[in-house]
């Protein structure tokens, strides 16, 4: 079956530093790829996906390649801020999975001024 | 991309009570809607699907008599929590499925529902 992995948090940052989240899958088909983030207290919001193979999804700075030959999609972005101060999920659905999408466990960010 | 509510957005009850959230999908009808529950520094886990005009799909170890689902127009799903105890505290989260211009399905969630059972 699918499955999505993610590296274990908290990540801890001081502001303007680099932010790598890595995330890796297994699945049997063709997935489709997201990130989510959830601010405290609220439900997620979709932070950018891609749909392909080699596809760069990005938003807000924030961006991840799908990258079919590692099976992975990990999320980077150059500069954070207090504000990026979230839980991120990465998640995969296909066509197998009615596109019921598999989530990892979360990853909490926190950003430091 | 679709536009999903939640009510209420926090409960508080008293144990052997029943309390009933619900999901709307604002601008688009939907077939499907799914129910989530998030524990506290935990992922996302599946209950449900809700299916309009049929009974609701729960996966595996999730009570239906507990937590019963009534999807009965193609834009409210309703989740109830019934003789809600302590252990049933959570964020519940709904979501709709929405393929959009992209055709990649993606899910939309509503803002979720914290409950607390005294």
């Known amino acids: 079956g699918n499955s999505v992995t993610q590296m274990e948090g908290p990540v801890t940052l001081s502001e303007e530093a680099f932010l790598t989240i890595n995330c890796t899958y297994t699945?049997?088909?063709?997935?489709?790829l997201f990130w989510y983030v959830q601010y405290p207290g609220e439900g997620l919001q979709l932070l950018l996906k891609?749909?392909?193979?080699?596809d760069k999804g990005s938003n807000k700075g924030f961006e991840a390649t799908y990258r079919k030959e590692t099976t992975s999609f990990h999320l980077e972005k150059g500069s954070v801020q207090v504000s990026d101060s979230a839980v991120y999920f990465c998640a995969l659905s296909d066509k197998g999975g009615s596109y019921i999408p598999t989530f990892g466990r979360g990853t909490s960010l926190i950003v430091h001024p | 991309g679709a536009v999903v509510s939640q009510h209420p957005s926090r409960v508080i009850c008293k144990s052997g009570t029943s309390v009933k959230i619900e999901c709307r999908s604002l601008?688009?009808?939907?077939?499907?809607m799914f129910w989530y529950r998030q524990f506290p520094k935990k992922s996302l886990m599946l209950m449900a699907t809700s299916n309009e005009g049929s009974k609701a799909t729960y996966e595996q170890g999730v009570e239906k008599d507990k937590f019963l689902i009534n999807h009965a127009s193609l834009t409210l799903s309703t989740l109830t929590v019934t003789s809600a105890h302590p252990e049933d505290s959570s964020f519940y989260i709904c979501?709709?499925?929405?393929?959009?211009?992209?055709?990649?399905?993606?899910?939309?969630f509503g803002p979720g529902t914290r409950l607390t059972v005294l």
């Open positions: 979501s709709v499925t929405y393929a959009g211009t992209s055709g990649s399905n993606e899910q939309f």
């Open positions: 601008d688009f009808q939907a077939t499907t």
């Open positions: 699945a049997t088909g063709y997935p489709s």
């Open positions: 891609a749909t392909k193979a080699d």
